[in-house]
């Protein structure tokens, strides 16, 4: 059964969003936002109002729209007349292959700067947000597993990204940067490998 929910103001209770949700719990989370509500709750809070609950898919979208539209989506952030999103959507098997495929596209290479790593650190220290040992080594199969290929020149070693980390006692930024240039590394104590993507 579906709840219907509405995002106010806390300082003037003016509405700012009308959403849907499996639970209760949908109401009250905050991410999976758009931008705009985002800025909205950065802002000024939230104040969370259940509409409706145990209601069927198909009233609770309907409910949706009407709220939208008699408060004028204009005035909220909801980026649709509402009952249109994809609630419920499962995807195929070789839908999620192709998410998964993109995602490692999109991360393997990619070293925060330091700046933005401290953020971070911060956000989950204030938070409170502590990594367990098994999220930690989850986290480092999946790294392993999504790692590239390399071919240090001077000894003709082929392993995978992380494994020459190990193998060469060389940071994981020292080989990723260096794979992507075509010379040697100049300094440290990995002065003299040079390291190229297969």
Not at 74 to 88: R, V, Y
Not at 104 to 133: F, L, W
Not at 145 to 161: F, R
């Amino acid at each position: 059964m579906v709840v219907v929910y509405i995002h106010k103001r806390p300082d003037n209770n003016d509405i700012f969003y009308v959403g849907i949700g499996n639970d209760v719990k949908r109401a009250y989370n905050t991410i999976n936002r758009n931008d705009y509500w985002k800025r909205k709750y950065n802002k000024h809070g939230l104040k969370v109002d259940i509409i409706s609950e145990n209601l069927s898919l198909d009233a609770a979208r309907e409910m949706e729209r009407f709220l939208i539209a008699s408060i004028g989506i204009e005035n909220l952030c909801n980026m649709t007349l509402g009952g249109e999103g994809a609630f419920g959507l499962k995807h195929t098997e070789e839908t999620k292959a192709k998410l998964k495929e993109m995602l490692i596209s999109y991360s393997v290479g990619r070293v925060h700067d330091k700046e933005t790593r401290e953020k971070i650190s911060r956000t989950r220290k204030e938070k409170g947000i502590q990594i367990s040992e098994v999220t930690r080594q989850r986290q480092k199969e999946a790294w392993r597993q999504a790692s590239m290929k390399v071919k240090e020149l001077t000894t003709n070693t082929i392993c995978y990204m992380w494994e020459a980390v190990e193998i060469f006692n060389a940071s994981y930024r020292t080989v990723n940067g260096n794979s992507v240039h075509d010379r040697p590394i100049a300094r440290g104590k990995t002065k003299g490998l040079n390291f190229i993507r297969i």
